[in-house]
């Protein structure tokens, strides 16, 4: 199957600053990317779409200013995590779906990030 | 809106069969999908479902019946590398995102 990447796997900062997440698909071009969050021991739950070359699309109660997100190429997703707080502290996962994929366009997961809030 | 229900917990023994369920309500549909997840790493596929009726891959079977908005993933001779969490997800009609349900934590024991 196709390989999506997350960079950095795992990352510890202190309260305040801004953290940056890279998801990237490898193998195969991604117009549009999903970003997840997961605490501990609960499902996904779906932050934002990534859509690449215009605005991403964000779920009710995610804050946009806080999880700034850009999708500058077709294999490149970025979430910024901007002020971060302890609250923040999470499990996100990025998602993306092959333009030229299956035809039931399956959604290929990255590794994860886990961020530490501090 | 999507509701997606599943079982917390479950525990099996090795070598058993068991089948974890899942119940959806959506507006629309366009597949259901099961994932497997290991603790601190991300969902990997196990299958998929659009029409009735029953997929068998290898131990692994998914069944869908849309008109009872009902799925469940049968798991046989059940191995230790088996305990995870599975989770359900429904796709609504378009290019949407998966909606997943919370998940069944799977305890396999000897």
């Known amino acids: 199957g196709a390989v999506v990447s997350q960079h950095p796997s795992r990352v510890i900062c202190k309260s305040g600053t801004s953290v940056k997440i890279e998801c990237r698909s490898l193998d195969f071009q991604a117009t549009t990317m999903f970003w997840y969050r997961q605490f501990p021991k609960q499902s996904l739950m779906l932050m934002a779409t990534s859509n690449e070359g215009s605005k991403a699309t964000y779920e009710q109660g995610v804050e946009k200013d806080k999880f700034l997100i850009n999708h500058a190429s077709l294999t490149l997703s970025t979430l910024t995590v901007t002020s971060a707080h302890p609250e923040d502290s999470s499990f996100y996962i990025c998602s993306a779906r092959d333009i030229a994929g299956t035809s039931y366009n399956e959604q290929f997961f990255g590794p994860g990030t886990r961020l530490t809030v501090l | 809106g999507q509701n997606i229900d599943q079982p917390t917990e479950m525990t099996a023994t090795e070598g058993a069969i068991v089948q974890i369920n899942c119940t959806y309500q959506?507006?629309?549909?366009?597949?259901l999908f099961w994932y497997q997840q290991h603790a601190g790493e991300a969902p990997t596929f196990l299958s998929y479902n659009v029409l009735d009726g029953l997929e068998e891959k290898g131990r692994f079977s998914s069944f869908l019946s849309r008109s009872k908005g009902y799925s469940y993933l049968l798991l046989k001779e059940l191995q230790m590398k088996d305990s995870a969490s599975y989770l359900c997800a429904v796709r609504d009609i378009g290019n949407t995102p998966l909606v997943f349900g919370k998940g069944t934590r799977l305890s396999v024991i000897a």
């Open positions: 959506t507006s629309g549909f366009n597949g």
